[in-house]
C-alpha cells in the first residue's frame, strides 16, 4: 500500500470533496437500519457517521493513525479499528463492505479484495469507488518530470488504477459478483491559488519527501507550470479525476 502522511485539518478542509463525493456513492449503499456495515478507509469518519444515522451499526476502518485519532474525537460515540486493508479478519461478517476514494493506494488489490469478500456474510454487498484507468494523468505526468528535471531521480508509479475489466477480474477472484461498474471522469476544481500544490501536498506527499526544501519548491512550481495549461480553468485548478464505481455480491454458498 503506497504510503502518505496525513494532515487531517488539511483533508477536511480545503480536500472536503473526498467526502461530499462520496455521499453521492452512499445513496448506492442504501444502508438499512440494523444492517452491519464495514467502512473500509474510513479517514476522518465523516461518511462513517452518515451511516450510522441511517439507522446501521457500522465499523470505522483505516489504516493511518492520524486519521483514526481524527475520526475518534470527532465521532466519540462510533467504533474505528486501525487496520490495513490488505491483512485483516473480523468476527462477525458483515451486511455490506463500503469504501470510497480508498482503494487506489492500495496495490495489492487481489489481498484486498480477498479480505473484504471475507468480510461479508454470503449475499452481502460491496460498494465503492476509487480512482480507475487514466486517474490524475496529468497531475502525476507534471509532478513526475519536474522530480526528475531537478533531481535526476525516475519516481515510480505506487498507485493502483484499474479499468473496470481489470478490477472486476480481482473482484471474481475473490467469490465477488459484479453486478454494475462505471469508469467516468470527473475533472474536479480544487480551491485557491495554490490549489495544486496543495492537492499534490495532501495526495502525493511520499513522492516529495526525499526533495530538500528548495528542491520542493522548484518541483511544486515547474510542476504548476507544467500542468496549467490543461488543469487551470475558469480562474482555478481542478485535477483530472477519472473514477471507477463497482458494485458486487458474494455468492450465497
Known amino acids: ?13 480545503k480536500h472536503n470533496f473526498v467526502t461530499k ?34 439507522g446501521a451499526s457500522v465499523l470505522g476502518m483505516d489504516s493511518s493513525e492520524e486519521m483514526i485519532t481524527q475520526a475518534r474525537a470527532g465521532y466519540p460515540d462510533l467504533t474505528f479499528v486501525r487496520a490495513d486493508v490488505t491483512d485483516f479478519q473480523l468476527e462477525q461478517p458483515f451486511d455490506a463492505v463500503f469504501s470510497n476514494a480508498v482503494l487506489h493506494w492500495v496495490t495489492e488489490a487481489a489481498a484486498a479484495a480477498q479480505c473484504m469478500a471475507r468480510a461479508l456474510r454470503p449475499g452481502g454487498r460491496l460498494v465503492v469507488e ?12 507534471s509532478v513526475r518530470q519536474a522530480i526528475r528535471a531537478v533531481t535526476g531521480r525516475e519516481q515510480a508509479h505506487q498507485w493502483y488504477f484499474p479499468s473496470i475489466g481489470e478490477y472486476a477480474t480481482v473482484l471474481e477472484s475473490a467469490g465477488l459478483r459484479v453486478e454494475a461498474a462505471w469508469l467516468f471522469p470527473r475533472f474536479t476544481p480544487l480551491e485557491g491559488e495554490t490549489g495544486f500544490r496543495d492537492w499534490v501536498r495532501m495526495f502525493r506527499g511520499g513522492m516529495l519527501g526525499p526533495l530538500s526544501d528548495s528542491e520542493l519548491e522548484t518541483v511544486l512550481q515547474m510542476a504548476e507550470d507544467s500542468a496549467r495549461p490543461a488543469l487551470y480553468r475558469d480562474g482555478r485548478w481542478h485535477a483530472d479525476y477519472t473514477r471507477l464505481r463497482v458494485t458486487a455480491r458474494k455468492a450465497l454458498n
Open 130 to 141: 476509487f480512482g480507475g484507468k487514466d486517474n490524475i494523468t496529468q497531475i502525476a505526468s
Open 21 to 54: 463525493y462520496g455521499e453521492d456513492l452512499l445513496a448506492l449503499l442504501a444502508p438499512q437500519p440494523g444492517e452491519r456495515v464495514l467502512d473500509v478507509g474510513c479517514g476522518t469518519g465523516h461518511l462513517t457517521a452518515a451511516i450510522a444515522q441511517a
Open 1 to 13: 500500500m503506497a504510503e502518505n502522511l496525513w494532515d487531517t485539518k488539511l483533508y477536511d478542509g
